[in-house]
């Protein structure tokens, strides 16, 4: 069965099986003009988009449908992370290039409807079209968070301790993986593909951050630490300090490095699509909310550097010498020409 057997609405009504699986608030799911839903009255309603776009964000031949229909969805649930809220409701919009076959495309569902039972989150709509060339996928998500407890990009303030929830620089490599055609021959290497193609999405972590005292800002690493933390600062109008041995890179990545000479410092600062948090906890709390973090989720933390009222970032080196960071992350109207250049 093809897409042309079945046209338009016999593919939506294809995907819409196991798209409605919590009936809570619902007042109407996938098939009319618009879904509708209500709200509790003491929560505010998070709604974010991420778009994927063949050739830009993802290769077809290298990620299955599954993988990537799973990558489309956690890119935005790392959003609502970020927010310190709860995803609820997701939306799926797909431009679809003829010769795309079905099962990838209900591969693409099986991935994105797996990842939403994981968080209890109902499809509730979407939009399919068709494409001339390029596979583009749309996903939007309405979240809730308390009023009180969520988390901004513009309320850092300097002697905050900015943390990691995570190691940085993986996704990168993964990706220097695939564009490099290097096949993953050894577990570190698969570890790094892994973490570019199925990004985990922190939102119980996101979740658990909010509700803690002290917490002031936080946002999800999809550019690359140094652009991501430049967000940070900007909107907060202050600065930051990053120690270099302190940022978190894994052993595979640093493998990785070793084996194909890069630097893992610049692929943890520039890299992107981690979609860790990072988020700024005042100094007198940060203790105890990396222990309570660690005592819930059974993984750190990372200390990374403090919020300063310098306007600018900072990164010091062990032996003293300090150096500005520029943001060096994606851009997608400004890639360097060494974006476009393979390790080797
Ligand atoms: N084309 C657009 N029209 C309106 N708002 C946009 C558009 N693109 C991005 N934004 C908004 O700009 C802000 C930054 O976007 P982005 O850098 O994509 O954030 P994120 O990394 O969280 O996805 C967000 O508030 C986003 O909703
Ligand atoms: C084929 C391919 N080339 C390059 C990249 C790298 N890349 C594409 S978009 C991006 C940044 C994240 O995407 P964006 O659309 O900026 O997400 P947002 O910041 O809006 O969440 C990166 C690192 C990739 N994933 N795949
Ligand atoms: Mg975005």
Redesign the pocket.
Known sequence: MTLKDIGEFGFIEKISRGCFIRSQNILKAIGDDAAAFTTKADEVILITT??LVE?????RNTTSGFNLGYKSLA?NLS?IAAMGGTAKEAFVSIAIPEACPLEYLEDLYRGIKSLAAEFDINILGGDTTGSKTDLIINISVVGAVPEKEILYRHTAQPGDIIFSTGCLGDS?AG?QL??NKTVADSEELKALFNA?ILPWPYLEEGRFLAHQGGVHAAIDV???LSSDLGHIIRESNAGARLYAEKIPVSKNLQKFCTRFDADPLEYALG???DYMLLCTISPDKADSVARDYLKKFGQPIYPIGEITDSGETELVFPDGRIKSVAPSG?N?FKIPASRLLFVH
Not at 55 to 59: A, G, P
């Open positions: 991420d778009m050739r830009v964000h993802f290769l890119v959003d990168r990706l695939i564009l570019h999809s550019d690359g890299g992107g699509e994606w997608h």
